[in-house]
């Protein structure tokens, strides 16, 4: 439960910062596309920082296995995919963006684990 609090609240943290500097320290010094997929990297980034909140707080409670693998994804999902838009948004090179969509899968697994979860409890 630890592990999953701190990762929730380091990532919360990130979030904040990525979505203040695209919205201060971006605007005018990349296009208006590489901005937009920053701040969207940084949306869901913080959409699923929220979320690893909710995994320490079922780890609390629970010892389901999905629960963990559901962290584990989200982690990897804000990684990927947030991380790939980052990237984009700070050098408008396009050279990670076959790593995006796996970061949305990653999402969708960590999602898809916490259906296990509530239909197997």
């Known amino acids: 439960m630890k592990l999953?609090?701190?990762?929730?609240a380091l990532n919360g943290?990130?979030?904040v910062a990525a979505g203040a500097f695209g919205a201060h320290g971006l605007e005018g010094r990349v296009g208006a596309r590489a901005l937009a997929a920053f701040e969207t990297g940084a949306q869901y980034h913080m959409y699923h920082?929220?979320?690893?909140?909710?995994?320490a707080w079922l780890a609390s409670i629970s010892t389901h296995t999905g629960i963990i693998i559901a962290g584990w994804a989200f982690l990897t999902g804000i990684?990927?995919?947030s991380g790939s838009l980052?990237?984009?948004g700070l050098t408008e090179s396009r050279a990670l963006v076959l790593i995006t969509p796996l970061g949305g899968l990653s999402f969708l697994a960590g999602w898809a684990a916490l259906l296990w979860v509530?239909?197997?409890s």
């Open 118 to 120: 509530a239909v197997r």
């Open 86 to 88: 980052y990237f984009y």
């Open 13 to 15: 943290f990130i979030a």
């Open 4 to 8: 999953w609090l701190a990762l929730a």
């Open 49 to 55: 920082a929220l979320a690893l909140l909710g995994v």
């Open 79 to 81: 990684i990927l995919f």
